[in-house]
């Protein structure tokens, strides 16, 4: 496959190549790829922990489900979101 990059985009790949990061022009257009990839991924995993922290606080309303006396649910999933 034959590829044709603008200066703007030879100039990003020689600069990549330069970084000593990458040896070849394919790595730094796969290495791109992979990383646009996983960002495209990230909001359908996010989505998939909004949904499972939401079923996990309505079971426990139905079910009024605690931790203790001084803690519930929520504070401890905003504790697991500090780290």
Same mark, same amino acid.
């Given at each position: 496959?034959?590829?044709?990059?603008?200066?703007?985009?030879? @100039?990003?790949? /020689?600069?990549?190549? !330069?970084? +000593?990061?990458?040896?070849?022009?394919?790595?730094?257009?796969? +290495?791109?790829? /992979?990383?646009?990839?996983?960002?495209?991924?990230?909001?359908?995993?996010?989505?998939? !922990?909004?949904?499972?922290?939401?079923?996990?606080?309505?079971?426990?309303? /139905? @079910? !009024?489900?605690?931790?203790?006396?001084?803690?519930?649910? !929520?504070?401890?999933?905003?504790?697991? @979101?500090?780290?």
């Amino acid at each position: 496959m034959d590829i044709h990059l603008d200066s703007r985009g030879e @100039h990003l790949i /020689e600069r990549q190549l !330069r970084s +000593g990061r990458y040896h070849s022009a394919e790595q730094v257009v796969v +290495g791109a790829l /992979e990383a646009l990839n996983q960002s495209e991924q990230a909001p359908t995993q996010n989505d998939e !922990r909004r949904r499972a922290v939401q079923d996990m606080l309505a079971f426990a309303g /139905e @079910h !009024r489900f605690t931790l203790g006396e001084d803690l519930n649910l !929520r504070d401890l999933i905003h504790e697991g @979101h500090k780290y």
